[in-house]
């Protein structure tokens, strides 16, 4: 099952309600936009997580607004001056594709640069007190024998980890497949950049074909259920460019 975010509406200042999306466009008559799309209350499955997609557009100024703790995908380069509800103002510079925690917030943001400044964000629901980083030992290369835990994979590499969340920069070269692995925890993917990508299964009856090649679409998120029904198999480019993701593990 997959969870998709749509890319964000743009309009007057208001609040507006659309098949399950929750969306504001401020400041300006559209300076300001973020999508906030939510699993539907009958489906357990996105209990525990909310995707935002994020939109500045040039010099916009976003009102005050609250998060719980949440692992950000930078999909644009960002200069940013963040203030908190306690008045604390600070500037914060991201670069594209950068990888970060975080921590519960109250707070505004305006966007210091004449170029828009996207991002994904996944919040945890129940991230209410700060994340605490955690080293993940590096595997030993000769040591996997397939199928390997999806962090211990060669081509998943752990940006960072806490109590709440593992994120993994996943980078596939043209061609190349990954090794069998299991995801135990459910995941949302984040595709950045590529042209074609394909999966085989590993079950229970063996391994299974190669799915048919499928098109990448930069910024596509989509949500994986593993919690009590982990699965196995390996994914890679297949076709001529590299293929880039970001998976977020949410642990339980």
Do not use: C
């Not at 939510?38 to 607004?65: C, F, G, W």
């Not at 069998?180 to 042209?195: K, P, Q």
């Not at 799915?211 to 259920?225: E, M, N, Q, Y």
């Amino acid at each position: 099952m997959k969870l998709t975010v749509r890319s964000p509406l743009q309009g007057k200042q208001e609040w507006l309600r659309h098949e399950g999306r929750e969306t504001v466009a401020t400041s300006g008559g559209g300076r300001y936009a973020a999508t906030r799309e939510e699993r539907n209350e009958r489906n357990k499955d996105y209990e525990q997580i909310r995707v935002l997609r994020v939109h500045y557009l040039p010099r916009a100024t976003s009102p005050m607004h609250s998060h719980t703790g949440r692992a950000i995908i930078a999909l644009t380069g960002s200069h940013l001056r963040v203030t908190t509800s306690d008045g604390t103002t600070q500037e914060t510079q991201r670069r594209p594709g950068e990888l970060y925690w975080g921590d519960p917030v109250t707070h505004s943001a305006e966007n210091l640069t004449d170029a828009p400044v996207e991002t994904i964000e996944v919040e945890i629901k129940k991230a209410n007190t700060p994340g605490v980083l955690v080293k993940t030992p590096a595997a030993d290369p000769a040591s996997l024998k397939e199928p390997v835990p999806v962090e211990k994979e060669p081509h998943h590499h752990v940006a960072f980890q806490n109590q709440y969340v593992r994120v993994l920069d996943v980078f596939f070269p043209a061609g190349e497949p990954a090794l069998f692995h299991t995801h135990s925890n459910d995941n949302v993917s984040i595709e950045l950049s590529g042209d074609k990508t394909k999966s085989q299964p590993w079950t229970d009856k063996g391994i299974g074909e190669w799915s048919t090649p499928g098109d990448v679409v930069p910024g596509r998120v989509g949500f994986h259920k593993a919690d009590g029904q982990a699965y196995t198999h390996r994914v890679g480019s297949a076709g001529e460019k590299p293929y880039h993701v970001i998976d977020v593990e949410i642990f339980p």
